[in-house]
């Protein structure tokens, strides 16, 4: 069985409720059952945190262990050199997901400083994005 985290950071534990015109109505602990469902040979842990030490933390705790990270890090993306050296320092692969096109948004989200470290990315896909890097995991 394939172990998976998903770390989830800033203002994503709004789901459902933040700007749904750019992350739709669904509460994101509606779409992990449904991937839970989805992904029976799967171990789905998810883990969500506006803290980014707390996030730190749950990528050093998982990232030896675990078969695949799906980091959607929020606004730490653009910001975070130390999410950046957390994703080097572990051997777990992390595949960075965000919601909605960050290319077509605000020109500050075009720069992420996380993609460098990670596997690869996903965007612009919904929710979807998680499916599609979870599958990423599987096809290893």
Known sequence: MKKIQIINGPNLNLLGAREPSVYGNKPFETY???????YPQCEI???QSNIEGE?????HE???????IILNAGAYTHTSIALHDAIKAVTTPVVEIHISNVHARETFR???LLSAACKG???GFGM???RLALESFLQT
């Open 32 to 38: 992990l059952e449904e991937m839970r469902a989805a």
């Open 55 to 59: 996030m730190i933390n749950k990528i």
């Open 62 to 68: 998982t990232g030896f262990s675990f078969d695949g």
């Open 128 to 130: 979807d994005s998680y």
């Open 121 to 123: 990315v996903i965007l």
């Open 110 to 112: 075009h720069q992420s």
């Open 45 to 47: 842990s998810y883990f």
